[in-house]
């Protein structure tokens, strides 16, 4: 039963609480699937999605070769979703076009996480000069409009390997996690166990990872998904910006041709603009929902609202 | 919500720190105080990370055009970077230290240098031209979303459990997650070439041709006109996160021993809605502006240039795909010093409204 998270408190922590033996397992996820039939339905999209941009490349092997009689082509047989302009196939950089953006999205969630999750701890529990040093420089670079300076930055440097993307994404989107972790370690530190931990004199890194960080797990899977949902977000904004190299298949980069070749205001193209935004939007809905029913779960307060 | 409202408290208790963190924790103890240090420190932050990029970074802009000057005109490393200043206002002959402090020195004095891509051009006079329309447009735009997801998150919270809050609910988080420049591409190739109900074409531009600026209703109506589909895509792309925040926001606020009081004093329904539950209910709400007012005029970056409007946004685009790296600079710095002091404003009328907030929260 789900109902058995509840705790007092019901920020964080939750998940330790949680004791499922095996023989409750399968009742569980039953009473979860029909308490939550949004979030599971969701959840199942996310799948699909996560599934497609990995194997998709795999499901039509073969190249996309480009065809200068079908340029911006309404959906024909053979073209199930029209063709671009340069008269490529659409479907098949729909099948293509996900792999990298998910892995970069990944990425650049993970590092943020990271980031935010060890910056953030460390401040809370330290305190004094530590606290204010990484308060006030989260509150700097939390001022700049973040998606200003991603862009700002990105024109400074040459976006050529997945990883520089990654960190680029990461270096300008951790604060307002760590800003939340911080204030949660705040109220987590003055916990029964971690002043026990404290007084055995156990040291600030057992402390960090085996006290605290254990206890925010939930919490911060909940902020990986909706950092994914950053990750998306400004990789397409960067696409868009023409800032990333423009080659390979990517829903993003498909996004942005279709801008900037003027297929946008073609009656006939209408399918092969539409394929890519539905794609981004049902896995950026995706996601949010499922952080959203995650938090449901495990934060069983709001429910009743 | 109890998140964003306990970052702000810096407790410490150190005994043995030194007389600088001491002064500084008791900074940070006034909330304007430490706000205007944040807002100082911000500026000072973009103004040092554009000399960084511009001076420092291997390859960097000022680099490559002195030596593209070099070897296209056969200038001499004297002339190019006397080109150079002109261009950058900076002065690479100086050791770095002045040259940092000159530069400083030269932004206090409102001089951004020229534009690299339309030469003759000095990039405060694009600034200037271009801003002001994406000061309406955000600002209008931030606050018809704030006041809108405000109103109705309240009625959310009013009526949940009722098909208005799942419906809402369901729009408020469908919104909320799709991409604002995605939004602006669906209203283009949807409403506009589709449906054929929006003259996107007709609403380029930030003004009708034959239009001028004055105290004149045609000009506040001709600006409104060619404003509303930016201002329409700034507005559902944040209302859904305040309507969410506003409806947690009063939930709680409805539990409230004041809000029984006063409705056991027989004060009428709506008055307790607005004056006891509304007021107490949006404070929270000021704690995530900062986010909000950076995401919406972050968004005008890809939204302008989406819907041709002729704000500062399609103007850093062009400057970005273009790398005029003076204008992008430039650009820069005067969006964070708007959003910085667009943030000041706010938080003088959240202490205004709270007062718990200057006192230090006790």
């Given at each position: 039963?789900?109902?058995?998270?509840?705790?007092?408190?019901?920020q964080v922590?939750?998940?330790?609480?949680?004791?499922?033996?095996?023989?409750?397992?399968?009742?569980?996820?039953?009473?979860?699937?029909?308490?939550?039939?949004?979030?599971?339905?969701?959840?199942?999209?996310?799948?699909?999605?996560?599934?497609?941009?990995?194997?998709?490349?795999?499901?039509?092997?073969?190249?996309?070769?480009?065809?200068?009689?079908?340029?911006?082509?309404?959906?024909?047989?053979?073209?199930?979703?029209?063709?671009?302009?340069?008269?490529?196939?659409?479907?098949?950089?729909?099948?293509?076009?996900?792999?990298?953006?998910?892995?970069?999205?990944?990425?650049a969630a993970l590092l943020s996480t990271v980031i935010a999750v060890v910056f953030g701890t460390l401040a809370a529990i330290v305190g004094g000069r530590t606290d204010v040093v990484i308060t006030v420089i989260t509150d700097v670079v939390l001022t700049v409009p973040q998606?200003?300076l991603l862009?700002?930055l990105?024109?400074?440097?040459?976006?050529?390997?997945?990883?520089?993307?990654?960190v680029i994404i990461a270096a300008t989107s951790w604060t307002t996690l760590l800003r939340a972790i911080r204030s949660q370690v705040l109220s987590l530190k003055e916990r029964?166990?971690v002043e026990?931990a404290r007084?055995?004199?156990l040291g600030m890194g057992r402390i960090m990872f085996s006290e605290v960080i254990p206890n925010m797990m939930?919490y911060i899977?909940i902020n990986f998904?909706i950092a994914?949902?950053g990750?998306?977000?400004?990789?397409?904004?960067?696409?868009?910006?023409?800032?990333?190299?423009?080659?390979?298949?990517?829903?993003?980069?498909?996004?942005?041709?279709?801008?900037?070749?003027?297929?946008?205001?073609?009656?006939?193209?209408?399918?092969?603009?539409?394929?890519?935004?539905?794609?981004?939007?049902?896995?950026?809905?995706?996601?949010?929902?499922?952080?959203?029913?995650?938090?449901?779960?495990?934060?069983?307060?709001?429910?009743?609202? | 919500m109890a998140v964003a409202a306990s970052t702000d408290k810096v407790v410490i208790h150190h005994p043995e720190r030194p007389a600088i963190w001491k002064s500084l924790a008791g900074f940070s103890q006034n909330f304007l105080v430490r706000r205007l240090f944040r807002a100082f420190l911000t500026i000072f932050f973009v103004t040092t990370l554009?000399?960084f990029?511009?001076?420092?970074?291997?390859?960097?802009?000022?680099?490559?055009?002195?030596?593209?000057?070099?070897?296209?005109?056969?200038?001499?490393?004297?002339?190019?970077?006397?080109?150079?200043?002109?261009?950058?206002?900076?002065?690479?002959?100086?050791?770095?230290?002045?040259?940092?402090?000159?530069?400083?020195?030269?932004?206090?004095?409102?001089?951004?240098?020229?534009?690299?891509?339309?030469?003759?051009?000095?990039?405060?006079?694009?600034?200037?031209?271009?801003?002001?329309?994406?000061?309406?447009?955000?600002?209008?735009?931030?606050?018809?979303?704030?006041?809108?997801?405000?109103?109705?998150?309240?009625?959310?919270?009013?009526?949940?459990?009722?098909?208005?809050?799942?419906?809402?609910?369901?729009?408020?988080?469908?919104?909320?997650?799709?991409?604002?420049?995605?939004?602006?591409?669906?209203?283009?190739?949807?409403?506009?070439?589709?449906?054929?109900?929006?003259?996107?074409?007709?609403?380029?531009?930030?003004?009708?041709?034959?239009?001028?600026?004055?105290?004149?209703?045609?000009?506040?109506?001709?600006?409104?006109?060619?404003?509303?589909?930016?201002?329409?895509?700034?507005?559902?792309?944040?209302?859904?996160?305040?309507?969410?925040?506003?409806?947690?926001?009063?939930?709680?606020?409805?539990?409230?021993?004041?809000?029984?009081?006063?409705?056991?004093?027989?004060?009428?329904?709506?008055?307790?809605?607005?004056?006891?539950?509304?007021?107490?209910?949006?404070?929270?709400?000021?704690t995530q502006l900062t986010i909000?007012?950076g995401?919406?005029?972050?968004?005008?970056?890809?939204?302008?240039?989406?819907?041709?409007?002729?704000?500062?946004?399609?103007?850093?685009?062009?400057?970005?795909?273009?790398?005029?790296?003076?204008?992008?600079?430039?650009?820069?710095?005067?969006?964070t010093?708007?959003v910085v002091?667009?943030n000041?404003?706010?938080d003088?009328?959240?202490?205004?409204?709270?007062?718990?907030i200057?006192?230090g929260g006790?």
């Amino acid at each position: 039963m789900a109902e058995m998270s509840v705790g007092l408190e019901p920020q964080v922590g939750q998940s330790a609480v949680i004791a499922v033996d095996e023989r409750k397992r399968a009742s569980w996820l039953r009473a979860f699937v029909a308490r939550n039939k949004v979030g599971t339905f969701f959840f199942i999209l996310l799948l699909a999605i996560i599934i497609l941009a990995i194997f998709g490349p795999w499901m039509m092997p073969g190249d996309n070769p480009t065809n200068v009689a079908l340029i911006l082509s309404p959906p024909v047989s053979g073209h199930p979703l029209g063709t671009d302009y340069m008269g490529k196939d659409v479907l098949y950089q729909i099948f293509h076009g996900g792999r990298s953006l998910l892995l970069v999205a990944f990425l650049a969630a993970l590092l943020s996480t990271v980031i935010a999750v060890v910056f953030g701890t460390l401040a809370a529990i330290v305190g004094g000069r530590t606290d204010v040093v990484i308060t006030v420089i989260t509150d700097v670079v939390l001022t700049v409009p973040q998606i200003i300076l991603l862009g700002v930055l990105a024109a400074y440097v040459t976006l050529n390997s997945p990883i520089l993307l990654a960190v680029i994404i990461a270096a300008t989107s951790w604060t307002t996690l760590l800003r939340a972790i911080r204030s949660q370690v705040l109220s987590l530190k003055e916990r029964e166990y971690v002043e026990a931990a404290r007084m055995l004199d156990l040291g600030m890194g057992r402390i960090m990872f085996s006290e605290v960080i254990p206890n925010m797990m939930t919490y911060i899977i909940i902020n990986f998904v909706i950092a994914m949902t950053g990750g998306i977000f400004s990789q397409i904004f960067l696409y868009f910006l023409g800032l990333v190299p423009l080659s390979g298949d990517n829903w993003g980069l498909m996004i942005q041709q279709a801008y900037s070749k003027g297929a946008l205001f073609y009656k006939d193209s209408m399918v092969y603009i539409l394929s890519p935004i539905v794609m981004i939007v049902l896995l950026q809905l995706s996601l949010v929902m499922v952080s959203r029913s995650l938090e449901d779960i495990f934060n069983p307060r709001l429910r009743e609202s | 919500m109890a998140v964003a409202a306990s970052t702000d408290k810096v407790v410490i208790h150190h005994p043995e720190r030194p007389a600088i963190w001491k002064s500084l924790a008791g900074f940070s103890q006034n909330f304007l105080v430490r706000r205007l240090f944040r807002a100082f420190l911000t500026i000072f932050f973009v103004t040092t990370l554009i000399f960084f990029l511009v001076r420092l970074l291997p390859g960097s802009p000022i680099e490559v055009y002195i030596n593209q000057q070099m070897t296209q005109y056969g200038y001499s490393y004297d002339q190019a970077s006397n080109q150079a200043r002109a261009l950058f206002a900076i002065d690479t002959n100086q050791p770095l230290v002045i040259q940092y402090f000159n530069y400083l020195g030269h932004l206090a004095q409102g001089d951004m240098g020229m534009s690299i891509q339309s030469p003759g051009t000095s990039v405060g006079s694009i600034i200037a031209s271009r801003l002001p329309w994406t000061l309406f447009s955000v600002g209008l735009g931030l606050l018809i979303g704030f006041a809108v997801g405000v109103g109705l998150g309240m009625v959310m919270a009013y009526k949940r459990g009722t098909w208005i809050d799942s419906a809402l609910t369901s729009i408020a988080s469908l919104t909320h997650s799709i991409p604002n420049y995605i939004l602006a591409l669906l209203v283009i190739v949807i409403f506009g070439v589709r449906l054929g109900w929006i003259p996107f074409t007709d609403m380029r531009g930030s003004l009708s041709s034959g239009v001028h600026p004055g105290w004149t209703f045609r000009f506040f109506a001709d600006a409104l006109y060619h404003a509303s589909l930016p201002i329409a895509v700034y507005v559902l792309t944040q209302v859904g996160g305040w309507m969410l925040l506003m409806k947690s926001s009063t939930i709680s606020a409805l539990e409230e021993d004041y809000v029984t009081a006063a409705r056991a004093r027989g004060i009428s329904e709506f008055r307790v809605a607005v004056l006891y539950v509304g007021r107490n209910a949006i404070l929270p709400l000021f704690t995530q502006l900062t986010i909000a007012i950076g995401f919406v005029v972050g968004g005008s970056l890809l939204i302008e240039p989406i819907f041709v409007y002729e704000g500062i946004g399609a103007e850093l685009f062009k400057a970005i795909q273009g790398r005029d790296y003076t204008l992008l600079q430039g650009i820069f710095l005067m969006i964070t010093t708007c959003v910085v002091l667009a943030n000041l404003a706010a938080d003088l009328l959240y202490s205004r409204l709270d007062p718990r907030i200057r006192t230090g929260g006790s």
